[in-house]
């Protein structure tokens, strides 16, 4: 297409052409600009499409998403081409907890089983045990013997949740994400007094004292459905508002108050994710560039734990 590609159709058709052209499938997280949603071909969370990249038959896997992810999707397809928008979509929480020092923190407890968040780097998950995701976590655990100690990383507020769910002592790293520990309890119950029906729904990650506020408590999709199958109409939706999309496209009749932050910033919306734009998404494909690539090393030790995962996660 000659000139620059003004619109959002424009866009639209040329990222739908270059997706047959290429062969490629597009994977959105929930937490995506809501016109990226539109156009994948699926959207969930981390989980969910971690089992959709291990189940893929296309040729260029395109994820948008955050970079942790699109690792993930290469070391399950390391002879598929991944592409993400935006290589600087990053994590907080994976940022927060790099290689080096958390190998010499599993060196200072060597007789514990490492339990990974999914939100981290590849180079840690290579040196993990088992990998989790916020959807499959507490049923993973309580398949980990009684007399087995766990390491739990990166996150500290979904590490203390989940102890609390089954009773393990967990050691946790220290890491928090930018966005869950932004939420505001007190306007979330200055929001309750003005929606006294709302029902208050948190993502694990969250600080302690908006999940003790909580009606429910779930990963990204176990929100999608709960808002889906409850007869309750006003949710205060306290995890990044992508998700806020699916919940009115499949609940139209329903109304969703996204949680604020203490400052009345839009901290509660992941900078990270929203690196990546309708026209990185075109670029990226255009140009098949940013391609993420792993060493061989990495990709087979990383695809161990991720392999524990799917398999304990049945």
Not at 7 to 15: A, G, H, K, S
Not at 62 to 74: C, D, I, L, R
Not at 136 to 144: D, G, Y
């Amino acid at each position: 297409m000659a000139g620059v590609l003004e619109t959002t159709v424009e866009l639209e058709e040329e990222i739908l052409r270059l997706k047959k052209e290429l062969n490629a499938v597009i994977l959105a997280h929930y937490y995506q600009e809501s016109e990226i949603q539109d156009l994948a071909d699926y959207v969930g969370d981390s989980l969910e499409l971690s089992r959709r990249a291990k189940e893929t038959n296309a040729d260029v896997i395109v994820f948008a998403g955050v970079y942790f992810m699109a690792e993930t999707a290469k070391i399950l397809n390391p002879d598929r081409k991944v592409l993400i928008p935006d290589v600087e979509a990053g994590c907080s929480l994976a940022d927060n907890c790099p290689a080096d020092l958390f190998k010499a923190w599993r060196e200072a407890h060597p007789d514990h089983i490492a339990v990974t968040y999914i939100n981290s780097s590849a180079e840690v998950k290579a040196l993990s045990d088992i990998i989790v995701t916020s959807s499959n976590a507490e049923k993973i655990i309580r398949q980990i013997p009684e007399d087995k100690p766990i390491l739990f990383a990166p996150d500290r507020n979904l590490g203390k949740y989940l102890m609390k769910k089954t009773g393990r002592k967990m050691v946790l790293w220290q890491g928090t994400c930018i966005v869950h520990e932004t939420f505001s309890e007190r306007k979330i119950l200055e929001l309750k007094l003005q929606y006294p029906e709302a029902k208050v729904i948190a993502h694990p990650e969250c600080e302690d004292p908006v999940l003790e506020k909580a009606d429910f408590i779930g990963s990204t999709s176990a929100l999608l459905r709960y808002v889906q199958s409850s007869q309750d109409k006003v949710f205060i939706v306290a995890t990044e508002p992508g998700i806020i999309h699916q919940m009115k496209k499949s609940c139209p009749d329903k109304i969703f108050i996204s949680a604020p932050s203490d400052s009345g910033c839009a901290c509660n919306e992941c900078p990270y994710m929203k690196k990546n734009t309708l026209e990185k998404l075109y670029l990226c494909m255009k140009n098949q560039q940013p391609e993420v690539t792993l060493p061989q090393e990495i990709i087979e030790k990383a695809l161990i734990p991720l392999e524990r995962m799917f398999e304990m996660s049945k």
